[in-house]
């Protein structure tokens, strides 16, 4: 008896929810008109509108029109950071892929196929070792774009705030690098590099230790052409993690150290900017040798594709600061990168 009195408290419970649910999503799309966004842009601005009228459900509560307000002017201007990236034909889209156990799902915080509407494709994913759920966002032009659906993710309750969990980042390969996905051009020293040095600015031994495939990165097919650019290959890196706001940093610097990568291995040079850009992918390269040499860092794993990192690990858990000095030096490269194509802008990493 009490075990179906619990029953049907739960089932009144998940009902009053689901209705708080559906008139939420109503109300979002009746906010988007008041926001001009490219379409990139729409799944952060819808998950950030739901978890407001979530949060917000009174509409006659006192400052609720304020509030509001408030939350449409951030969601603009995350729009027109996203537009600004798009105009810049050097950026490459970037995506995200993470995943993790299926048993932590919550119906009672959001309809996930609800989420598949809004633009953030989400579902079971196949694994030897354990049943897992995955979140694959659409791409988009500033990976400001990304941080923010994965803030809402949380916020929604679908991804744990202290957990760290498989992150694979995709980034659009520009047209003009080649035509074929299986190419030498991706099996370099410098593609190594740019691999490595990202993992070792953000990834922890944890992640390292616990990663279950062998690849670093992958070539793969594109979906890059729905939002409007010809890239027919995506880059796709295999080793980091999202934990904390780390990750939020990781995406925006790993996008813009590949734009002085992709302008270094495409061995033309058109103008000024791509002179600089190589430059600085030049200088990323020098200052990365120089910190293997002094610290004597395993140059077979660093300097290697798909490495197992079995040395840096070990390294990795004695000496911190190793980390702490290489994420240095790439947001330095990030952030020269953002000053040449954005030379009226401040620095600021967004």
Partial sequence: MSETLGQQALDQHLDRVSTAQEKALQDVENTLHTITAPETALPAIRLS????????????????????????????????????????KKIPPIGV?????????DKSSIDYSELNKMGVNNGPESNHYIELWEVRTSPTFNASTQSKIFEELKQCNLIKDDEHLSMHINLGIPKEINEEKDSHIYETSSTATFINTSTLAFVTADRL????????????????????????????LRTHELNDGTAYRAMSNIQLVSVCYFEYIK???????????????QKLNSEFAEIIARYKLPEDELYTLNSDYKELIKILWDRPDIQKEIRFVYSECAREVKDILFPDQDSELE
């Avoid at 892929?97 to 799902?105: H, I």
């Avoid at 062998?214 to 650019?229: F, K, L, M, P």
């Avoid at 061995?267 to 992918?281: A, V």
């Fill in 209 to 236: 230790i616990n990663r279950k495939s062998i690849n670093t990165y992958i070539v793969n097919d594109s979906s890059v052409e729905s939002v409007g650019r010809k890239n027919k290959f995506r880059l796709e």
């Fill in 97 to 105: 892929e993470v995943e993790f156990p299926s048993d932590w799902l």
């Fill in 49 to 88: 509108l739901y978890n407001f009228f979530i949060a917000n459900p009174d509409e006659q509560a006192e400052r609720y029109n304020e509030l509001l307000n408030i939350e449409i002017k951030k969601l603009s201007s995350l729009s027109i950071k996203e537009d600004e990236f798009k105009k810049n």
């Fill in 267 to 281: 061995s033309i040079t058109t103008d000024k900017i791509d002179e600089k850009l190589i430059n600085c992918w």
